[in-house]
């Protein structure tokens, strides 16, 4: 399915959010989640389902004043 | 000792990690400033490039505190949900938190700022709101649960140090317990100096040392002021008189008309 990643448009196999982000490239990072703006712990992640369409949000630790 | 949220902390400077020339010497300026607390913030990492890992263990490397802050965000919601997201990456319940309110001055909305500080206070977050002097959001912003309050001295990155004299002395003099640090838009060591003279705990800088052409000297200069502002403060500054008053003793002036 397609899925908004970060604003850009993905193609994802995985169901769940634990498996799509493994298959983006984020597998032992540090990051936090939302899914169509709701923040997605990660101890959700395995139980959270995505379908087509949705927008994910991946952040990271980053320079900031 | 400067106390923030049960904390104690030797240094009164809070310390921005954007816009340095490079990692290198962010690292450097922050061991010669002495600052004990970075601010940080959450961005959008790419899978193939992960920047934000390498960031992330830079910082932990310098074994300082972390205070995550909720940068650009103009909405109650954005804020709540950027602070909830920061809790878990950095571990920790501060937030220092922003609601923008105007793109121009990046003054911050001080009313979604009181909202937005009574949802995540009673969540168990520990907010450092970035705000205006205004006395009155003040009041709320504690009322709501706040034990900082951070008012701006002039707009972020503006360098024009503490732009309403009058109001930050108001606050300071209304607010005597609370620990107050003068945030946004310190340019200059004299700047932060003046605030801790004034009787502020703390001063949170970025662009100031960051941009600085030598940004590690530049940090070194700042944490020798608010050294010279605190002692100022306890040694009790002499007051201000409109008229002069000669320091040399008058009696025994000799007569040479």
Redesign the interface.
């Known amino acids: 399915m397609r899925i908004l990643v970060n604003g850009a448009s993905r193609e994802v196999r995985a169901a769940d959010l634990s498996g799509a982000l493994e298959e983006l490239g984020y597998g032992g990072a540090v990051v936090a989640t939302a899914v169509n703006g709701e923040f997605v712990p990660a101890t959700d992640r395995p139980a959270a389902r995505l379908t087509e369409g949705d927008r994910l949000e991946v952040l990271a630790p980053m320079q900031g004043g | 000792m400067l106390r923030l949220y049960e904390v104690d902390l030797s240094s009164r400077l809070l310390l ?5 020339p490079s990692p290198a010497i ?1 690292t450097e300026a922050v061991k010669a400033s002495g600052a004990q607390v970075v ?10 490039e ?4 390498g ?2 263990s830079l ?1 932990r490397g310098l074994g300082v505190r972390v205070l ?2 909720t ?1 650009g965000c103009h909405s109650v ?1 954005e804020a709540v ?1 950027t602070a ?3 809790r ?3 571990n920790t319940s501060w937030v220092k938190l922003e609601v923008i309110g105007e793109d121009e001055t990046l003054q911050p909305d001080v009313f979604g700022l009181v909202d937005a500080a009574r949802i995540l206070c009673k969540e168990g977050f520990e907010v450092f709101p970035y705000t205006t002097e205004d006395l009155i959001v003040a009041e709320r912003l504690l009322e709501a649960g706040c034990r900082v309050l951070m008012p701006w001295g002039s707009p ?2 503006s360098g024009r140090g503490l732009n309403n004299l009058f109001g930050l002395q108001t606050l300071r003099a209304r607010f005597p317990e609370v620990p107050l640090v003068v945030d946004a838009g310190i340019g200059l060591p004299s700047h932060a100096a003046q605030a801790l003279e004034l009787g502020f705990d703390a001063v ?1 800088i ?2 100031a040392v960051s941009q600085a052409r030598d940004p590690v000297g530049m940090a070194g200069a700042f944490a020798q002021a608010l050294a010279a502002g605190r002692a100022a403060y306890e040694a009790g500054p002499m007051e201000p008189r409109d008229l002069a008053a000669p320091s040399t003793p008058l009696i025994g002036t000799a007569f040479l008309a």
């Open positions: 921005g990690t954007a816009r340095y962010l601010t940080v913030s959450l961005r959008r990492e790419s899978g193939g992960r920047a934000g890992q960031f992330w910082i995550p802050n940068a919601k949900t909830h997201m920061g878990e990456v950095f972020i990155g949170l970025n662009t």
